[in-house]
T-cell receptor, first 116, second 119 residues
Framework: GAVVSQHPSWVICKSGTSVKIECRSL??????MFWYRQFPKQSLMLMAT?????????EQGVEKDKFLINHASLTLSTLTVTSAHPEDSSFYIC????????????FGPGTRLTVL | AQKVTQAQTEISVVEKEDVTLDCVYE???????LFWYKQPPSGELVFLIR??????QNEISGRYSWNFQKSTSSFNFTITASQVVDSAVYFC????????????????FGPGTSLSVIP
């Protein structure tokens, strides 16, 4: 299957700082990327859907000014957690899909964010 | 609205026992996809199976098998002769198909079942 990478795999930051997480489709063009958040011992919750070249669509309850999503190219989407706080500590997972992947969603390995 | 229910929060079995993980889903769409994913302690999701709503055939892959029954909106997953390496959290998921009914939209995950296989 297609490969999706995330960088970094883990990050620790101080409260109040901003953190950027990258999601890349390595061998196909991803017209759509999804961002999920997973708190410990909980399920994955969709945060937003981003289509290349357009604004992301956020799920209800997700602050779009806090979680900035950019999908400027067909192989890269970024999630920026602005002014991070301890309650933002979570496991963030992206997935990517496109016609080249048969619209199958391929998941990245996840990024573990810890805010001190 | 879409919803996935996995009633079993945690299951413990002794190695070599068979175990079935239950999944019940809700959707108004007639065309949809169902998935099972495995999430080991490392956190990375491992894709196990995708099934579309028009294919009710049961599937077997090695020690894994899946039973899809539209009449009861269930998509259960059985592991036979369980092994310690099967210990993980298993998620059942649902996605409604997009416009051409050949691709699909966002995936809605169930709450997951944590499986522990004891040696």
């Amino acid at each position: 299957g297609a490969v999706v990478s995330q960088h970094p795999s883990w990050v620790i930051c101080k409260s109040g700082t901003s953190v950027k997480i990258e999601c890349r489709s390595l061998d196909f063009q991803a017209t759509t990327m999804f961002w999920y958040r997973q708190f410990p011992k909980q399920s994955l919750m969709l945060m937003a859907t981003s289509n290349e070249g357009s604004k992301a669509t956020y799920e209800q309850g997700v602050e779009k000014d806090k979680f900035l999503i950019n999908h400027a190219s067909l192989t890269l989407s970024t999630l920026t957690v602005t002014s991070a706080h301890p309650e933002d500590s979570s496991f963030y997972i992206c997935s990517a899909s496109g016609s080249e992947s048969g619209y199958e969603q391929f998941f990245g390995p996840g990024t573990r964010l810890t805010v001190l | 609205a879409q919803k996935v229910t996995q009633a079993q929060t945690e299951i413990s079995v002794v190695e070599k026992e068979d175990v079935t993980l239950d999944c019940v889903y809700e959707t108004r769409d007639t065309t949809y996809y169902l998935f099972w994913y495995k999430q080991p302690p490392s956190g990375e999701l491992v894709f196990l199976i995708r099934r579309n709503s028009f294919d009710e055939q049961n599937e077997i892959s090695g020690r894994y098998s899946w039973n899809f029954q539209k009449s009861t909106s269930s998509f259960n997953f059985t592991i036979t002769a369980s092994q310690v390496v099967d210990s993980a959290v298993y998620f059942c998921a649902l996605s409604e198909a997009l416009y051409m009914k050949t691709s699909y939209d966002k995936v809605i995950f169930g709450p997951g079942t944590s499986l522990s296989v004891i040696p």
